[in-house]
T-cell receptor, first 114, second 112 residues
């Protein structure tokens, strides 16, 4: 079974530029999560999708971050414009459904904002 | 709100030493508790979990017991290996929700 795929693995941009990350969850998984992991901290949930609907985006900085999950499969997370404090690893995870199921994580995208 | 507190690292051990990584939590109700491991360059992997008080989760020689009275979920292993070197995250999910709240992580370094 293929795991959660993410791309790119690394991205370096200048502040005020825009960037997008892509995630393809495990086939058949209805729930998809985006986390932000700042160096030295644990992952923090940005947004949770159930199929193509948003379940929780309370911690997503909506003035600059956006995410979509068209057709309920893969997802993109965008930052526009980026700030220095957005430097982090962005993790995507999926699980079969909402509930206390195991979440399967992708390898993450490391973003550096200069 | 929910929170998880882990001991700060790095924890440096010699191979075959005993490992304890402390984790305490604050949550309403009775959360599920997890330990995730992150090897260098990889994503997080679920190591073990416990869903109710006094449950013991175990995997790959690691164990953790859900202690409601002390709101703790300490990770232990009797004999660590060099290959156990990684960052370990304690996490919780409040009952009825799937959102995970993570601790800051504890780096474990095992030398031969």
């Amino acid at each position: 079974e293929a795991g959660v795929a993410q791309s790119p693995r690394y991205k370096i941009i200048e502040k005020r530029q825009s960037v997008a990350f892509w995630c393809n969850p495990i086939s058949g998984h209805a729930t998809l999560y985006w986390y932000q992991q700042i160096l030295g901290q644990g992952p923090k949930l940005l947004i949770q999708f159930q199929n193509n609907g948003v379940v929780d985006d309370s911690q997503l900085p909506k003035d600059r971050f956006s995410a979509e999950r068209l057709k309920g499969v893969d997802s993109t997370l965008k930052i526009q414009p980026a700030k220095l404090e957005d430097s982090a690893v962005y993790l995507c995870a999926s699980s079969p459904s909402v509930g206390r199921n195991e979440q399967f994580f992708g390898p993450g995208t490391r973003l550096t904002v200069l | 709100g929910d929170s998880v507190t882990q001991m700060e690292g790095p924890v440096t051990l010699s191979e075959e030493a005993f490992l304890t990584i402390n984790c305490t939590y604050t949550a309403t109700g009775y959360p599920s508790l997890f330990w995730y491991v992150q090897y260098p360059g990889e994503g997080l992997q679920l190591l073990l979990k416990a869903t109710k008080a006094d449950d013991k989760g175990s995997n790959k020689g690691f164990e953790a017991t859900y202690r409601k009275e002390t709101t703790s979920f300490h990770l232990e292993k009797g004999s660590v290996q060099v290959s156990d070197s990684a960052v370990y995250f304690c996490a919780l999910a409040s009952r009825g929700y799937s959102t995970l709240t993570f601790g800051k992580g504890t780096m474990l370094l095992v030398s031969p």
